[in-house]
């Protein structure tokens, strides 16, 4: 019986090859497109799965509640917070404290000064560091390293820095930037396997905390609480209730600052993250660390489920069309005694073999374009998803739903004919599931419609942001960061200004700038303390900013509302506020009638002498923030504003300069409208991938669609016959064939188009300056695919009315 | 064997009840070789469908061995065609997609019959119709007779007691259809019960009854006598 099934399958798909092709190629395509998901998935559910203690650790994040508004969430704490909680509650095993190098470090082997490079991926930790988390040691003992004096570093940085020699027993220097150099000497006491693409934290090197804090401002225990540079994560005791933590940990919180805060009418509260859950949760955006997006993993989730849906659909479509040809078959085997069971076994084992070949060939393309799809992605995935256990487990279970789902209802379907009806007569002709499959088709045209607007929406707001006025002007600005490494007896701001002098010398060199930050790097600093200094503490307000030198304005096109910054002195007389310049928003924000009105006035960080009209510091993701520019002479970043003629030999220039002037540290050099588009790197992968995934389920229901209109103008070929020799017009024959798919696609497009809208509308929610959706993106989005439509079907059209009606007609 | 008692088969339009049979009585006995004629639309091919299981959708009552086959449910019904009944068709309706000898072996298979005698079955019935050098060739390499030859031997495989011919010959030449009537006579003569539905008069005469079948009503009923 199996044998006798098999063959039937195996001769039917041979003998409409077509058919065949577009059904197993259209499954096989929707099934890659779900393992390429499911692979890129698994890949960003895996995050932080590999620690041992992975499901104890959490991360403490608080939110500010001011005046009873909006909490602010910090994911950040303050350096006192780690030990307060593991010292007040016996729930803490143990915790530990990660300080980024906010911005980058200069990191040089001591014994050989060739040997420096500019490094971001610089933490400062707490000893508890390997016990917390599992990096495996290559060297060194895991008790020992990260003691004072010590340093660690991965298995590739020791490569660089000491080449094949054993790193043990060296020493490095790490000079950083924090509000001023900052200097490290450590002696490599261990080294680390490389971080594992799936992690969160991402580091290089590791620097013990104890370093950090020789600084003096570590002496204050007052910083303690109120610099949120820490990144604390906490292990509980494996039986503990998060609940019961959070309710802890806000009441020591909150204890601590009481004084603090009833000044300022605030509350704190404290929450814990499963440390798993911290990549892909949007809300929790730490410094440095590997970011995902839920919000992007259940998109394409939904997005490889509807590609796969299609592609059933196509072959649900083409089965029931294919069926008509079949009843025959059906009738026979009844009526030499098959019973209906019997056949609908026989149909689903057909659909199985389908499948099956279908998922050879999905594993077969999936295999094939995953080096495509990772470049389009940005994304480094292997296939070892067919590796796990778990895989196993769910992929038996969906071969069984897609062959149930695309087999069930052409089986009951052919399953009832009656072979009295199909074998009366000469040719057994049968009609049904019209219905069905105009419906499958609209559906599969509406999912089509709703991702072509998408597809029109996402590229558009990418390209709006992209081209968005910012306010300031990034072109031709090259940015190099100013020495770190400074020797003794040199003043920093005085070696800078020379540097600066001699720079601006060079012709094609146009304004030179120094600050803390640049545009889109984001902000040197962040408070929560900004009022006016005769507000009270209860009004205050969150701002960010950086410190500039006065030619910053002007190099960058800022636009001063008010005030001005020529001939301003960076001294201020001992006792007088500092000097700041606010954006037009933060003057709003502190209850200024107009802009100018700030001006003159005194804040808590200093005295307005300017205020800005408003620009984008950060992408258009973000909205504008009360911004305030400090005036300082010592800044880490140098701004170089260029001609664009000899470009190479101008860089070149500078960097000889910037080799003799600051001996030792490396040149690095970046342009700002570059570092800029980086922001909208994510966005732009998303339109990419929208694009693949929407021509692929375009392509798949237009793969869906020919089959259809193959089979259609088949059965009609005697009915197109009779009209030629009745004197139709070839071009009257293929609007009657189209006309009717022309109809399938309206009715798609009246279903799409408010689905389009309100999920495009949720998404654009994302983004703080958005486009409006236009009724011309919908038309648009619809006559392409009436076009597409149209274009699949009228080939087979055109073939069927200019067939001689003679051989149609011929008596059968 | 099979008895049928005022049997009536009408389809409803909307003004009024069209009658395809009216008031068919009949009795068959085993070993008869039973001939319907009559002009197209008369009811013959409804008649055979009714006898053979095939529609359930009439008025009236039918016996087969003294079992009242009306009353019985769909599975016993569905039981009791496979075991006794076989189907020709005009159009012969082999499956395209199978060779001969897996068009053969198609009822065998419903029939849960063991491989090793599947085999000795389809060999005999091969051997028998002289197609042993074609069994692996498919429906289309045939002609016409050949195919119906085939029909035939797929309708005999499962061994069944009636055998019922919707125009077996209307499509095929007078050669072939000597030659497939002369089959039917021997396949009488070895005992099994055949009822054909033709146009043919020729065809009447290898039979030993003839049912004349005019407007649904069986008209005339008479023995022929060789």
């Known amino acids: 019986m199996w044998k006798n099934y098999i063959k039937i399958a195996w001769r039917n798909l041979w003998k409409n090859p077509i058919y065949s092709m577009i059904n197993i190629g259209g499954l096989g395509i929707g099934i890659a497109c779900c393992l390429l998901i499911f692979q890129y998935v698994a890949f960003e559910f895996s995050f932080d799965e590999f620690h041992e203690n992975a499901s104890d650790i959490y991360h403490v994040s608080w939110s500010r509640v001011q005046n009873e508004g909006e909490p602010s969430v910090n994911t950040a704490t303050g350096w006192q917070v780690g030990p307060a909680l593991a010292e007040e509650t016996p729930d803490v095993r143990r915790y530990v404290r990660i300080h980024p190098e906010y911005g980058s470090a200069v990191v040089s082997n001591s014994d050989h000064p060739v040997k420096t490079f500019e490094e971001e991926k610089v933490y400062y930790v707490d000893s508890t560091f390997f016990q917390l988390f599992t990096f495996p040691l290559v060297y060194g003992d895991a008790s020992r390293v990260l003691e004072p004096g010590t340093l660690v570093l991965s298995q590739s940085a020791a490569k660089k820095y000491f080449g094949e020699e054993d790193p043990i027993g060296h020493s490095l220097d790490v000079t ?39 600084q003096s401002e570590y002496n204050d225990p007052s910083t303690g609480w109120g610099w949120n540079n820490f990144i604390t994560y906490v292990q509980l005791r494996p039986d503990t209730d998060p609940v019961e933590v959070d309710r802890k940990f806000t009441e020591i919180y909150m204890r601590h600052r009481q004084e603090n805060f009833q000044r300022s009418n605030v509350r704190a509260y404290v929450t814990t993250s499963p440390f798993r859950d911290v990549y892909l949760n949007e809300d929790l955006a730490l410094y440095s660390f590997a970011k995902g997006s839920s919000r992007a993993v259940y998109f394409f989730i939904i997005i490889g489920l509807i590609t796969l849906l299609i592609a059933l659909f196509n072959y649900i479509n083409l089965s029931i069309a294919g069926a008509l040809g079949r009843a025959r078959e059906v009738g026979v085997r009844k009526a030499v005694g098959a019973q209906k069971f019997q056949l609908i076994f026989q149909f689903i084992s057909e659909s199985a073999l389908t499948v099956f070949i279908s998922t050879v060939l999905g594993f077969a393309i999936a295999g094939f374009v995953l080096t495509t799809v990772n470049s389009l992605a940005d994304v480094g995935l292997t296939f070892w998803l067919w590796k796990s256990s778990g895989f196993w487990f769910v992929f038996p279970f969906l071969f069984f739903v897609i062959i149930l789902i695309s087999g069930l209802y052409p089986a009951l379907m052919l399953s009832s004919f009656r072979s009295m009806d199909v074998l009366k007569g000469n040719k057994g002709t049968f009609k049904g599931g019209s219905r069905m499959r105009e419906g499958l088709i609209v559906f599969q045209f509406a999912i089509s419609i709703v991702l072509l607007v998408g597809t029109i929406v996402v590229y558009k707001q990418v390209n709006y942001m992209q081209h968005m006025d910012l306010g300031m002007n990034l072109e031709q600005v090259m940015t190099v960061p100013g020495p770190k490494l400074i020797p003794d007896g040199v003043d920093r701001t005085n070696a800078v200004e020379t540097f600066t002098q001699r720079l601006s010398s060079l012709s094609p060199v146009g304004e030179i700038a120094t600050s803390g930050s640049i545009p889109g790097k984001g902000f040197a600093f962040g408070t929560n303390g900004f009022r006016k200094a005769s507000a009270d503490q209860s009004e205050e307000i969150a701002a960010s900013g950086t410190s500039i030198d006065t030619s910053f ?127 909208y790197k994510n966005d732009h992968r998303f339109a990419r991938l929208f694009v693949v995934f929407t021509s692929l389920a375009i392509f798949i229901a237009c793969l869906g669609l020919l089959g259809l209109a193959t089979y259609t103008t088949r059965q009609r070929t005697k009915e197109i016959g009779v009209r030629k020799v009745l004197g139709a017009s070839v071009s009257g024959i293929v609007a009657l064939l189209s006309k009717e798919f022309v109809r399938l696609i309206l009715l798609a ?64 | ?190 005992g099994t019960t055949i009822i054909q539905a033709t146009h043919a008069e020729e065809n009447a005469a290898y039979g030993n009854r003839l049912l004349e079948i005019v407007d649904g009503k069986i008209e005339e009923d008479k023995i022929l006598i060789k």
């Open chain 1, 176 to 214: 950083g930037w924090f509000g001023g150099e900052f200097h490290y000497h450590g002696v490599v006491n261990g080294v680390f396997k490389d971080v594992p693409t799936n992690s969160q934290l991402q580091f290089e090197f590791l620097v013990p905390m104890s370093g950090l804090f020789q």
């Open chain 1, 553 to 679: 304005i002007n190099l960058y096109g800022l636009e001063l509302v008010a005030g001005d910054i020529k001939n301003r002195s960076y001294l201020v007389p001992e006792g007088e506020p500092s000097h700041i310049l606010i954006n037009e928003t933060a003057a709003y924000s502190l209850g200024f009638d107009k802009p100018k009105d700030a001006l003159g006035e005194e804040l808590s960080h200093g005295l307005v002498i300017g205020v800005l009209k408003d620009f984008n510091w950060s992408s258009a993701h973000h909205a504008r923030e009360n911004t305030i520019f400090y005036l300082s002479p010592n800044n880490p970043y140098i701004s170089i504003k260029l001609g664009t003629e000899n470009l190479p030999e101008t860089i070149s220039a500078i960097e000889a300069l910037y080799k003799q002037h600051f001996p030792g540290n490396p040149f690095q050099y970046a342009f700002v409208d570059e570092q800029f588009d980086q922001l």
């Open chain 1, 749 to 812: 497009i009246l279903i799409a188009s408010p689905i389009a809208w309100y999920v495009m509308n949720r998404w654009l929610q994302n983004y703080a300056y958005q486009i409006e959706l236009k009724w011309w993106m919908f038309v648009g989005a619809g006559m392409a695919a009436i076009v597409i439509a149209l274009l699949t079907v009228s080939s087979q059209a055109v073939k069927a009315a200019l067939m001689n009606p003679v051989n149609s007609l011929r008596s059968e």
């Open chain 2, 1 to 190: 064997m099979i008895k049928l008692s005022n049997i009536d088969k009408y389809v409803d339009s909307k003004f009024q009840r069209v009658f395809i049979l009216k008031g068919i009585d009949l009795e068959i006995e085993q070993g008869e070789f039973v001939t319907l004629m009559g002009p197209s639309g008369a009811g013959k091919s409804t008649l055979l469908n009714i006898i053979g299981l095939l529609d359930d959708d009439y008025v009236g009552d039918y016996e087969f061995e003294g079992e009242m086959v009306n009353k019985m449910k769909e599975k016993q019904r569905h039981a009791l065609h496979k075991k006794e009944f076989g189907n020709i068709f005009q159009a012969y309706h082999l499956i395209d997609e199978l060779t001969v000898y897996e068009n053969i072996e198609t009822p065998l298979l419903y029939r849960s019959v063991s491989s090793s005698e599947r085999k000795s079955i389809v060999a005999e019935l091969l051997d028998r119709f002289n197609m042993v050098a074609k069994k692996d060739l498919f429906p289309a390499q045939l002609s016409g007779g050949q195919q119906q030859l085939v029909g035939i031997a797929r309708a005999i495989a499962g061994k069944p007691r009636v055998l019922l011919a919707d125009e077996p010959t209307g499509n095929l030449h007078s050669n072939q259809a000597k030659q497939i009537m002369e089959v039917f006579a021997e396949l009488n003569r070895e």
